[in-house]
């Protein structure tokens, strides 16, 4: 697997982290998410049809550290789980559509606008760079 694509400017990365952490301490921050994620199309609702969302925002909220962690470094523990969330994600997984992680970002960044009392167009521009490696993982494992 290359792995040169998840080298990331550690500053940028850094502001994401710290968003992500101020975002994290609302607890209505992945409830209000996956509302919006969902509102975005049928057929990504349809997806989380069975889904206990309790487990779903720990999990989540888990591997958005994970995918932060393997932003900053070019190996290790991080890759190894980013992995195994790329084939749970695959066409024989879950069956994730490569079109949908656009939606996904865009809703993340709508939400973290909402729950980031620092929210600025440059930690956007830092979340998009830092998620982006790992994006390209899921899909590439599609
Ligand atoms: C970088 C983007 C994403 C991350 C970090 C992520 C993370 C996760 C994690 C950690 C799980 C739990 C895996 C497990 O149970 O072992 C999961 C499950 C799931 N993800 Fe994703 N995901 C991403 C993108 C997406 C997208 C774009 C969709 C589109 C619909 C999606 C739909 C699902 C579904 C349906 C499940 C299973 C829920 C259930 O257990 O009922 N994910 N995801």
């Not at 994730?96 to 956007?124: G, H, Q």
Request: with cysteine.
């Amino acid at each position: 697997m290359p792995r040169y694509y998840l080298v990331m400017d550690s500053q940028s990365v850094q502001m994401a982290r710290d968003s992500l952490s101020r975002c994290s301490k609302n607890e209505k921050f992945l409830d209000r998410f996956y509302e919006l994620f969902m509102a975005s199309s049928d057929e990504i609702r349809e997806k989380f049809e069975q889904t206990d969302f309790e487990r779903q925002k720990r999990v989540l909220s888990d591997s958005l550290f994970l995918i932060l962690a393997a932003a900053g470094t070019t190996r290790g523990f991080a890759h190894v789980q980013l992995e195994k969330l790329a084939k749970r994600h695959s066409r024989d997984g879950l069956d994730i559509k490569p079109e949908w992680y656009e939606p996904w970002l865009d809703n993340l960044l709508k939400t973290v606008a909402e729950f980031d009392p620092e929210y600025s167009d440059e930690i956007d521009i830092a979340w998009r760079e830092s998620v982006k490696g790992s994006i390209e993982v899921l899909i590439a494992g599609y």
